[in-house]
T-cell receptor, first 114, second 113 residues
Framework: DTGVSQDPRHKITKRGQNVTFRCDPI?????LYWYRQTLGQGPEFLTY????????KSRLLSDRFSAERPKGSFSTLEIQRTEQGDSAMYLC????????????FGQGTRLTVV | AQSVTQPDIHITVSEGASLELRCNYS??????LFWYVQSPGQGLQLLLK??????LVQGIKGFEAEFKRSQSSFNLRKPSVHWSDAAEYFC???????????FGAGTRLFVKA
């Protein structure tokens, strides 16, 4: 198992364009999370999937953001009409079921909106 | 609501010196507690975790942390720092029965020769 994989690692886009990121979790993990991290801050929770069901969305996730996990395996995070304030590192993590299980993180996708 | 406070934005220690990074949490009961490390441009790697039992937990790379319920603290320690330990360190909390992990703002560690 190679851990959590994210693609692309870096993305530069013009303001107003749409972008999509992909996350492949650890294969046996049912839980998948998206976080956003800005410079000098810790990761902020965005959303959570239990298998294919999206069970919680943070209020940080505006209507321009959408996440899917269609078959309970990989997940995508799409940002429509990007704004400069969307520039951040987007981290994906996965974990197994059970109390207190730790999240395993991917290396993140660095988004720069110009 | 759960929250995590890391009072030190950055810390500088000399190589070979001891290290302590502070973490305080806010939660109604005893949560699950974690320390993660992040190198520049990378994801987060778990150093150690506390669930229950012995309040002194050992982690990877020679790190340990002590849970103190009375102080709502979970400080990270290392007896002798190596230059390769320079990175950002995040304390995190997860509530019992919960699923999401809440992170502190992080402490950046600088190691001087």
């Amino acid at each position: 198992d190679t851990g959590v994989s994210q693609d692309p690692r870096h993305k530069i886009t013009k303001r107003g364009q749409n972008v999509t990121f992909r996350c492949d979790p650890i294969s046996e993990h049912n839980r998948l999370y998206w976080y956003r991290q800005t410079l000098g801050q810790g990761p902020e929770f965005l959303t959570y999937f239990q298998n294919e069901a999206q069970l919680e969305k943070s209020r940080l996730l505006s209507d321009r953001f959408s996440a899917e996990r269609p078959k309970g395996s990989f997940s995508t995070l799409e940002i429509q009409r990007t704004e400069q304030g969307d520039s951040a590192m987007y981290l994906c993590a996965s974990s197994s079921d059970g109390e207190g299980t730790e999240a395993f993180f991917g290396q993140g996708t660095r988004l720069t909106v110009v | 609501a759960q929250s995590v406070t890391q009072p030190d934005i950055h810390i500088t220690v000399s190589e070979g010196a001891s290290l302590e990074l502070r973490c305080n949490y806010s939660y109604g009961a005893t949560p699950y507690l974690f320390w993660y490390v992040q190198s520049p441009g990378q994801g987060l790697q778990l150093l150690l975790k506390y669930f229950s039992g012995d309040t002194l937990v050992q982690g990877i790379k020679g790190f340990e942390a002590e849970f103190k319920r009375s102080q709502s603290s979970f400080n990270l320690r290392k007896p002798s720092v190596h230059w390769s330990d320079a990175a950002e360190y995040f304390c995190a909390v997860k509530g019992t029965g919960g699923f999401k992990t809440i992170f502190g703002a992080g402490t950046r560690l600088f190691v001087k020769a």
